[in-house]
């Protein structure tokens, strides 16, 4: 069958199947599973006769909306707050994959351009920290106690300020993103070259591990959970950019609902790793590496469980339960 007679025949059915998912006009979730087969049939009949048509993309984003939709229909758990956590956010994350990828291969990208930056001009490093800064950690480093500056501060002050400051930070990523996305590149970048020039620094110093036992601590989270947003920013900036088949209001609007729940659901870790920065970092000094490699490799693996992997999980379980 030619592309353009798929598209007639099964045209009709897409858009009742659309205006099911996104207006809710249907009366059970059985129906609703009845109507999600026939598009996941579509899908891989285009995929296999079309790979390169504009279609596939279509009836994706479709079968993505209807995996939350199905979920939040058939959903066992009165706990609203744990179904956020557990199956809303996870099914996001999956939907809205690639830009995840673009947020962590830029932001890598970028810490590279930091390391590589620094390491060729001396100057550097004092353009993007600060005299100031670079000026205390260096004397720091010659007191023999290279993150010093972690152990300013009360504890709950720390804490609290950090936790907020880390917030402000991811909104700002998120917010952005309205700029078609450039805002949400802007921040990533700032923090990318601030991150490897950083790092580099301690590395030239003969400090390095000194520097990553006390930093990641608290950063694996916190570095982690700002480029999550800025995957958000990206799935905001798409949605004006690209509205595909809908109107670049109805699209903005799916967009900013996706990208509001994944920011929000990277609240409890900017909290942990406040907590983390305010009562672990600074007795980073004295603590044994082997602890601050548990913590460290533990909540990076957490976080990234829950975001790389987990999302997998879900998506196949919402498969295998249609």
């Known amino acids: 069958m030619r592309e353009v007679a798929f598209i007639t025949q099964n045209k009709e059915k897409w858009l009742n199947f659309e205006q099911a998912i996104f207006h809710r006009r249907f009366k059970d979730p059985d129906e609703l599973a009845t109507l999600y087969i026939h598009i996941i ?15 596939i993309a279509y009836l994706n984003q479709l079968a993505a909306k209807a995996f939350q939709s199905i979920y939040r229909t058939r959903r066992q758990d009165t706990n609203r707050l744990l179904y956020f956590f557990r199956t809303e956010v996870p099914l996001t994350v999956y939907q809205h994959r690639r830009y995840f990828a673009y947020a962590f291969t830029l932001f890598f990208i970028f810490v590279a351009i930091g390391v590589v930056s620094a390491a060729h001009d001396d100057t550097f490093v004092r353009l993007i920290l600060g005299d100031g800064y670079v000026n205390m950690t260096l004397d720091n480093i010659k007191n023999g106690d290279p993150v010093a500056v ?8 720390s804490f609290i300020g950090i936790t907020l400051n880390n917030i ?35 590395h030239a110093e003969g400090v390095l591990w000194e520097s990553v036992r006390g930093i990641w601590i608290h950063g694996a989270m916190e570095i982690f959970s700002i480029v999550v947003t800025g995957a958000a920013g990206f799935i905001l900036g798409a949605g004006i950019l690209f509205p595909k088949t809908y109107s670049r209001k109805t699209s903005f609007k799916m967009a900013f609902k996706d990208g509001i729940r994944i ?14 920065e305010g009562f672990v970092t600074r007795y980073a000094g004295v603590m044994p590496d082997m602890a601050a490699l548990i913590i460290i490799l533990g909540t990076l693996g957490f976080i990234s469980y829950y975001y790389l992997i987990y999302p997998f999980i879900i998506h196949r379980k919402t498969v295998n339960s249609l």
């Open 263 to 276: 920011l929000l659901s990277t609240i409890p870790f900017f909290i942990a790793a406040g907590f983390l």
């Open 168 to 202: 402000y930070v991811s909104m700002r990523a998120f917010v952005y993103g309205i700029f078609g996305g450039l805002g949400t590149g802007w921040i990533l970048l700032q923090n990318g070259i601030m991150l490897g020039a950083f790092q580099y620094m301690f």
């Open 150 to 157: 972690y152990k300013s501060g009360s504890n709950w002050g």
């Open 41 to 55: 049939n579509d899908l891989s009949y285009a995929q296999t006769y079309y790979p390169k048509s504009r279609v």
